[in-house]
């Protein structure tokens, strides 16, 4: 399997996840790394936005599947399992969108504005 297939196996297991940060077997650390993964999927702000040329799409091929990897690598496999076999065609028509999810993303980029503003004008 090459890195362009598990990318989009990973990026698949978007929905498992979220079904995993539910699961009663999940551990606590893998829950809180459930919930940034799937916050940051279900975001309709990027951490690096699109426009950027080359950049922009770093989050979807590198930052999401990577995050997903190490969410998935937490979980339990037996509930990964139970999950994956409970997600699958879940998100089918598309994946949700809510602009909850979107708050840590803005919470990040005000608070990169904020210190360079801080750094610019109080020296």
């Not at 829950?31 to 799937?38: E, M, S």
């Not at 065609?89 to 210190?115: F, H, Q, R």
Request: contains cysteine; hydrophobic residues 55%; positive net charge.
């Amino acid at each position: 399997m090459d890195f362009k297939e598990k990318a989009k196996q990973i990026k698949k297991d978007i929905p498992a996840v979220f079904l995993a940060l539910k699961h009663e077997k999940t551990p606590i650390p893998a829950k809180i790394i459930a919930g940034i993964t799937v916050g940051y999927a279900l975001s309709p702000i990027d951490l690096i936005p699109d426009f950027i040329p080359v950049l922009g799409f770093l989050d979807d091929i590198i930052i999401l599947p990577a995050l997903a990897a190490f969410t998935i690598k937490l979980i339990p496999k037996s509930v990964m399992d139970e999950c994956r076999i409970m997600a699958d065609g879940m998100w089918s028509n598309g994946k949700p969108k809510k602009w909850c999810y979107a708050l840590p993303i803005i919470i990040i980029w005000l608070l990169l504005l904020w210190l360079i503003v801080k750094a610019v004008w109080f020296k």
